[in-house]
């Protein structure tokens, strides 16, 4: 199946160093080779690449590895299909807008006998079950509020969504506004915060190390999602199964 990575901050901070090792398994340390994609929020602006080509030996990938682009929240993902062709338009995170402002999904999974009926403007343009999922979120979410929400009603109302698609298969999901990040774990899913005292890390899946201490504030925070752990000496914690978490500053709050 696919994998993902998601970044919440409290200041604007570049995702060079996860993003690196993340994109090796995107063809070379593992066979999520079917395409990857990044978004990052910037203010209301967003910038979002994909590419069908597999995230280790894409030119769009090494772009991003050398350009740090810094933002509060990114998300990213690498595709091993199970529904939809390798193409461009299948290949995640989606973007669609609601109440204003961009909303970002990404999902690693695969949902059998899932077919809302979807009576909005929420469609898909591509044929895998994730745009699917994200179209009918997007829709039950302006169904369900009349005006723009808080963080803690979104979690309630998406906690109570992931619940009914999760009945269908495997989950996982991120998905973030610019002001959050929300994370639902089917299987596997892991987080960690990073705070000062910022320490040294060292990735899985590539020979690289960064001591976050030289590039960060005292009071800056960082909270990384991951499929499975990017790093070999952070104390990762495991996503109970069924379980929505949201990041906000950096923080777990809920």
Same mark, same amino acid.
């Given at each position: 199946?696919?994998?993902?990575?998601?970044?919440?901050c409290?200041?604007?901070?570049?995702v060079?160093?996860?993003?690196?090792?993340f994109a090796?398994?995107g063809?070379?340390?593992?066979?999520?080779?079917?395409?990857?994609?990044?978004?990052?929020? $910037?203010?209301?602006?967003?910038r979002?690449?994909?590419d069908?080509?597999?995230a280790?030996a894409?030119?769009?990938?090494?772009?991003?590895?050398?350009?740090?682009i810094?933002?509060?929240d990114v998300i990213a993902?690498?595709?091993?299909?199970?529904?939809g062709?390798v193409?461009l338009?299948n290949?995640?995170?989606?973007?669609?807008?609601?109440?204003?402002?961009y909303?970002?999904?990404?999902?690693?999974?695969d949902?059998?006998d899932f077919?809302?009926r979807?009576?909005s403007?929420?469609r898909p343009?591509?044929?895998?079950?994730?745009?699917?999922?994200?179209c009918?979120i997007?829709? $039950?979410?302006?169904?369900?509020?009349?005006?723009v929400?808080s963080?803690?009603?979104?979690?309630?109302?998406?906690? $109570?969504?992931s619940?009914r698609i999760?009945?269908h298969?495997t989950?996982?999901?991120l998905?973030s506004?610019g002001e959050?990040?929300w994370?639902?774990?089917?299987?596997?899913?892991?987080?960690?915060?990073r705070?000062?005292?910022?320490?040294?890390a060292?990735l899985?899946?590539?020979d690289?190390?960064?001591?976050?201490?030289?590039?960060?504030?005292?009071?800056?925070?960082?909270?990384m999602?991951a499929?499975?752990?990017?790093?070999?000496n952070?104390?990762?914690v495991a996503?109970?199964?069924?379980?929505l978490?949201?990041?906000?500053?950096?923080?777990?709050?809920?």
């Amino acid at each position: 199946m696919c994998q993902l990575l998601g970044m919440n901050c409290n200041t604007p901070t570049d995702v060079v160093f996860s993003f690196s090792g993340f994109a090796e398994r995107g063809g070379h340390t593992d066979h999520h080779s079917d395409g990857w994609g990044i978004a990052f929020f $910037e203010g209301l602006g967003l910038r979002h690449f994909v590419d069908h080509q597999p995230a280790c030996a894409s030119p769009v990938a090494a772009l991003i590895r050398n350009y740090p682009i810094k933002s509060r929240d990114v998300i990213a993902h690498i595709r091993k299909a199970t529904q939809g062709v390798v193409a461009l338009e299948n290949c995640h995170p989606f973007v669609r807008e609601l109440w204003g402002r961009y909303w970002v999904f990404a999902h690693n999974g695969d949902l059998k006998d899932f077919a809302p009926r979807l009576h909005s403007s929420f469609r898909p343009v591509g044929s895998t079950d994730s745009e699917q999922a994200f179209c009918w979120i997007m829709q $039950e979410l302006a169904k369900s509020h009349a005006g723009v929400p808080s963080v803690a009603e979104l979690t309630l109302t998406l906690r $109570e969504l992931s619940q009914r698609i999760a009945r269908h298969g495997t989950f996982n999901f991120l998905l973030s506004n610019g002001e959050a990040l929300w994370a639902h774990a089917t299987t596997s899913l892991y987080y960690v915060e990073r705070q000062h005292p910022f320490a040294q890390a060292t990735l899985k899946d590539d020979d690289l190390s960064i001591n976050f201490a030289d590039h960060t504030s005292a009071q800056d925070r960082v909270a990384m999602v991951a499929t499975t752990p990017l790093t070999t000496n952070e104390s990762w914690v495991a996503f109970a199964p069924g379980e929505l978490k949201v990041f906000v500053g950096g923080a777990l709050v809920g």
